[in-house]
C-alpha cells in the first residue's frame, strides 16, 4: 500500500477451521476519515463468508460488520481495537447476540 507502513499482518486458522485475518497500517498523513493514522482490516470467516469484520474503507470512516448488518465503530487505539474483534468472535463462537 502506498503512503502506508505495514504495522501487523496476521491470517490464522482458529480451532474450529474459521479464518481470522488481521491487517493494519500506520499512514504516513493522516487523512479526513482516518485522522487516527491508521488503516485496518480485520475479518472472521466462517464457511467461506465474512461473518464479523472492522475496518474503515475508504470514504466509510471506522465501522464494523455483523453479518449484513453495518454500524459505526469507536477507533481509539489499535490494541483496543484487536480486543473488541477478539471478543467479537468468542461472542460468536457462544452463540451470543453481536
Known amino acids: 500500500m502506498k503512503n502506508a507502513h505495514l504495522v501487523r499482518h496476521v491470517k490464522a486458522v482458529d480451532e474450529l477451521g474459521n479464518i481470522v ?5 500506520r ?3 493522516p487523512s479526513k476519515d ?3 493514522g491508521y488503516k485496518y ?3 472472521y470467516i466462517v464457511g467461506g463468508r465474512r461473518v464479523i469484520g472492522y475496518d ?3 470514504g466509510k470512516g471506522d465501522h464494523k460488520h455483523y453479518g449484513a448488518r453495518e454500524l459505526p465503530n469507536s477507533f481509539t487505539t489499535l490494541k483496543r481495537l484487536v480486543q473488541d474483534f477478539a471478543g467479537d468472535i468468542e461472542k460468536f463462537k457462544k452463540g451470543e447476540a453481536l
Not at 21 to 25: G, S, V, Y
Open 21 to 25: 485475518e488481521i491487517k493494519m497500517w
Open 27 to 29: 499512514l504516513l498523513k
Open 34 to 36: 482516518k485522522p487516527h
Open 41 to 43: 482490516s480485520l475479518v
Open 56 to 58: 474503515n474503507a475508504e
